[in-house]
């Protein structure tokens, strides 16, 4: 099946098999790294991207769903070489280890504060409930999604 | 001449921000799984879905014959390869032989079987469902302690006892010592199996370069070097003919510090197909057959006298190893055995361990091995203790503290403490607190019938493992220095970092010890190709012995800067600061940069001196160090759900001196998640029959962002003597204090129904089972 999706600003027309997953459409066929498999089950929000404006777990999709769709993945966050305010706030906070959970949780992160621009610590952790990290206790990606509220805010 | 002055740096025990960081927050880090190559095909293992079954035969035709598929190979394809080795020895250990494929028996779920290998993912996945095998299911064991049982089914028919090992371990005298008790507490406490569950699962990437001989193999490991010598020896390749790289590794509490069998299978297969080849472990594999941590059945004795001090401690451990012996298994019970008497002065112990064979995927190191379970053990016990003797958990722990006059401290087990204040973090945490107020708050949130909690403990633990003599692979660590002719400074551990943020660190140290800015500064690990052979990342080691190796080697550098400063100036009298070679005479100057540009212009030498400025340090360790720490958590139980809500979580450790306090934070609390994890929601439940029930993440409870507590995290610091950086590692440190802490609180909460002890996880229903059953 024939589809054409804009991907960070580009458009990407491919021929696909209708079982491919999106995950394995973005890595395997556009070639991006960023989005993870943790899981494949839509357990670990490892392949968070973010489609037509909304976060989702990109191994719960076929790719032929997101035929005609917008999607944003980690690698195209960043604007004109300056990181955008999640990114540099995780760095600064220290909010990843390995840093296999991060593009995922950035991007989770992000819709947490595109739909809220100042969340609680609460709220922060339930948003961030389908996301997995098993190095940092959280801590962390709490304090960096704080600070990058604050950092948009100001 | 006028030189570029650095400034002065002092970036040791500065909270910088990550040096790896840049690529892993844009997503352009290369993992296993982002490593492509031309022509490359993908396999997919077939394993046993049964824990114990004959294979009669397999049939691979179908699968071979699916279009895309170029090979299937089983068990008598690579009879050739040798075993999956294990790096423990103990006296009369029983080591089964462990293929890389099974041939023609299969001793737990999950075991690999055969190896699909196909130009694309999905066809290969299409293809292991083609492999049929015909079964012939035998009966599983899969409880340690049922393992032991006469009659019970035989993991290994030649072993019927499903024994692999007994362990006796002795110090002073302990009849005695229990003769003369005037009280004596016993308890049987469990630490359970656990599944690491690093995010990043398992992978291999293999690339056969016939011409030279020579193998590529790409693995998410923590020792590449290791992995090096012995997959070469499994597949008899040449060792310089292999080259391992560890890219960018997305966790591995230990579960990567081992040789699997799909490491050399891989090899094998792009051997035979003479095209790259990739496999990536699926989650549900990675559960199956990556090695699960703990399962320890523990049985305690503490001998006290009647104002507390304890006098004698006996332990038998029943240690569920699994199925085979993975790199380490056997080894990781004798570490809680070393750790068994905790902080504690006792000079009489026994222990004893059984190593039981069960149709289980194999245990090995997981955070803190054997070091959690021994602090559990001890922690538990001692609060037990003072329940019996109606003390205070703080106040006997502080009556039975090796003290800090007695240090260096020979132990009961052989070991030798190097430096602390045991109490100081423990007074901290209660201080942190209001220890008094906040018993007074419990005793009135008792009158009002709220189940409220506050317990402790005190941890202390081996790390920096460690001298060789005591390992089973060296216990050293090394570094290459080099400045480059244009004065940057490139330094290559062999310590293989995978999250720890060594680039960082080590980084620091360099850019310390030479004066230079940071950002001159660049840290390269986990290619066998680039960096000299080295050991790898765990156990609480890479900063306090890849950290010191690379300390020494700089040290070798820094004299030899001065020779060829002195040189330059024609002086006899430098010194070297902030950057800068200095005539103390005349003031004058030479940048290092200067220096090590001429250092490879070589127009003169100092006498006995090579040009270059580059220096190799294999660094040997005189001792394992030894941080400590104080845990404090208070917590209330909801009566109605038994739900466990954690108020306040206070960790106060000890790790000697902090190269950088965010790194060093973030390591505390990532292994204080593990210890919640352990202690209140995760188990690895295997049935009677040996199938894995929580074989995926949604039924194996890894804490989420929710489930976790605020972290007070604060240190006292006591310097290592072990090494010049005085640092003793904290990698397992917050793991290792979490789990008794948490469980003695919530003993403490349920106290007042009589409550004297509770295994892990400690489960809602679990809580509200004992709740119900007191009422
Ligand atoms: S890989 Fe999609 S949620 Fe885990
Ligand atoms: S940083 Fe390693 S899983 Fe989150």
Redesign the interface.
């Known amino acids: 099946m024939k589809i054409t999706v804009n991907i960070n600003g580009k458009r990407y027309s491919n021929d696909v098999?209708p079982?491919?997953l999106l995950i394995?459409y973005l890595?395997e066929v556009v070639?991006?790294?960023?989005?993870?498999?943790?899981?494949?089950?839509s357990?670990?929000g490892?392949c968070t991207i973010e489609l037509n404006g909304k976060a989702v777990k990109s191994c719960t999709m076929f790719a032929v769903q997101a035929d005609g769709a917008n999607i944003t993945?980690?690698?195209g966050?960043?604007a004109n070489g300056k990181?955008h305010p999640v990114?540099e706030a995780?760095?600064?906070e220290?909010g990843?280890?390995?840093?296999?959970?991060?593009?995922g949780m950035?991007m989770a992160s992000k819709q947490i504060l595109d739909r809220n621009p100042n969340p609680t610590?609460?709220e922060?952790?339930?948003g961030?409930?389908g996301?997995?990290?098993?190095?940092?206790?959280?801590?962390?990606?709490?304090n960096a999604v704080k600070a990058a509220a604050k950092a948009v805010g100001a | 001449m006028a030189t570029t002055i650095t400034k002065t740096k002092t970036l040791i025990g500065k909270a910088i921000?990550?040096r790896?960081?840049?690529?892993?927050?844009?997503?352009?880090?290369?993992?296993v799984?982002?490593i492509?190559m031309p022509g490359m095909h993908y396999a997919v293992v077939v394993r046993s879905p049964h824990a114990a079954a004959r294979i009669r035969s397999i049939d691979t035709s179908k699968a071979a014959s699916r279009p895309g598929v170029v090979a299937v190979f089983t068990g008598r394809d690579v009879s050739n390869v040798g075993p999956v080795p294990c790096g423990a020895s103990l006296p009369g250990l029983r080591v089964p032989h462990h293929t890389i494929l099974a041939t023609d028996r299969v001793y737990y779920a999950g075991h690999p079987v055969a190896v699909v290998v196909a130009t694309d993912?999905?066809i290969a996945a299409d293809a292991a469902d083609d492999v049929e095998i015909d079964w012939e299911v035998l009966k599983a064991v899969a409880d340690p302690v049922k393992a032991l049982e006469p009659g019970a089914p035989a993991v290994h028919p030649e072993w019927p006892d499903n024994k692999a090992f007994d362990f006796h371990q002795e110090h002073g005298d302990v009849e005695k010592a229990f003769a003369e008790a005037d009280v004596i507490v016993k308890q049987r406490i469990l630490s359970q199996r656990l599944i690491p569950?690093?995010?990043?699962?398992r992978g291999v990437v293999a690339e056969w370069r016939a011409a030279d001989r020579a193998l590529n193999l790409y693995s998410s490991t923590q020792i590449p070097h290791l992995l090096r010598s012995m997959v070469a020896q499994m597949l008899g390749l040449e060792e310089n003919r292999l080259r391992v790289v560890a890219p960018?590794?997305?966790?591995g509490?230990g579960c990567k510090l081992n040789v699997y069998a799909e490491e050399a299978l891989m090899g094998f297969v792009a051997m035979k197909i003479n095209k790259p080849v990739k496999w990536?472990e699926?989650?549900r594999e990675n559960y199956l057959a990556t090695i699960h941590g703990r399962g320890h059945v523990d049985d305690y004795e503490l001998a006290a006298t009647r104002d507390g001090i304890i006098t004698g401690i006996k332990l038998r451990i029943i240690q569920d190893l699994g199925a085979y012996h993975q790199l380490l298994t056997p080894a990781i019970p004798t570490l809680s055995v070393l750790m068994m008497p905790g902080l504690y002065r006792t000079q009489n112990i026994c222990a004893d361990i059984v190593g039981v064979f069960t149709n289980c995927v194999p245990t090995d190191a997981y955070r803190g091995a054997g070091r959690p379970e021994a602090t559990h053990g001890i922690e538990r016990m001692v609060d037990i203790l003072a329940a019996e003797l109606k003390m205070d958990p703080a106040e006997i722990r502080l009556k039975n503290f090796v003290q800090p006059s007695e240090f260096p401290f020979p132990t009961a087990t052989g070991l030798i403490y190097d430096s602390g204040d045991y109490a100081a973090p423990l007074r901290k945490a209660l201080d942190i607190v209001d220890y008094q107020n906040l018993r007074r708050e419990q005793a009135e949130a008792r009158k009002q019938g709220r189940l409220m909690g506050i317990g402790m403990s005190t941890y202390g633990e081996i790390c920096a493992f460690g001298p060789s003599p005591a390992t089973p692979a060296g216990g050293w660590e090394s570094a290459t220095v080099k400045i480059e002719p244009s004065g940057k400074v490139t330094v290559l551990t062999g310590a293989s970092p995978?999250?720890?943020?060594e680039e960082t660190t080590f980084a620091q140290i360099a850019a310390d010890e030479l004066g230079v800015d940071i950002d001159d500064v660049l840290v390269v690990h986990g290619d066998t190709a680039l960096v000299q052979y080295g050991i790898g990342t765990f156990g609480s080691r890479a900063t306090a012995v890849g950290g010191t190796a690379v300390y020494f080697a700089l040290q070798d550098l820094k004299a030899k800067i001065k020779k060829f400063g002195a040189l330059l100036l024609n002086s006899d009298d430098v010194t070297l600061a902030n950057g800068q070679c200095i005539d103390n005479k005349t003031g004058a100057s030479k940048s290092v940069q200067e220096i090590a540009a001429a250092s490879y212009r070589a127009m003169q030498l100092p006498p006995n001196t090579e040009p270059g400025m580059v220096s190799t340090h294999f660094w040997e360790p005189p001792n394992f160090t030894f941080p400590f720490g104080a845990h404090l958590v208070v917590t209330e139980i909801d009566r109605d759900t038994g739900a466990v809500k954690v108020l306040r979580y206070v960790a106060v450790d000890d790790c000697g001196n902090i190269l950088n306090p965010?790194?060093v934070?973030?390591q505390v609390?990532?292994?204080?998640?593990?210890g919640i994890g352990q202690a209140l929601y995760e188990q690895a439940v295997y049935d009677e029959n040996g199938q894995l029930i929580t074989g995926?993440?949604?039924d194996y409870a890894?804490p989420?962002?929710?489930m976790?507590p605020?972290?007070e995290s604060d240190h006292t610091v006591t310097p290592t003597p072990v090494n010049p950086l005085g640092v003793k590692g904290v990698g397992e440190a917050?793991t290792i204090g979490c789990s008794p802490a948490v469980v003695n609180s919530v003993v403490d909460a349920l106290s007042p129904l009589g409550v004297r002890h509770i295994d892990m996880p400690m489960t809602p229903e679990k809580i509200w089972k004992l709740i119900r059953s007191a009422q």
């Not at chain 1, 070639?31 to 089950?41: F, K, R, S, V, W």
């Not at chain 1, 996301?131 to 709490?142: D, P, S």
């Not at chain 2, 960018?248 to 966790?251: F, P």
Request: with cysteine.
């Open positions: 098999e079982r491919l394995h890595r070639g991006l790294t960023g989005p993870h498999i943790g899981c494949e089950t357990l670990c490892a993945t980690i690698e966050l960043a990181l990114q995780f760095w600064n220290h990843l280890q390995c840093g296999f959970c991060t593009p950035i610590e609460e922060i952790r339930h961030l409930e996301n997995l990290c098993r190095c940092t206790g959280y801590q962390h990606i709490v | 921000r990550r790896e960081d840049p690529r892993l927050i844009t997503g352009t880090a290369t993992y799984e982002d492509k993912r999905y569950t690093p995010m990043e699962t960018e590794v997305g966790g509490f990536i699926t989650r995978h999250g720890q943020g965010l790194i934070t973030g609390h990532g292994g204080v998640a593990q995926e993440l949604m890894v989420k962002a929710h976790m605020w972290i917050g």
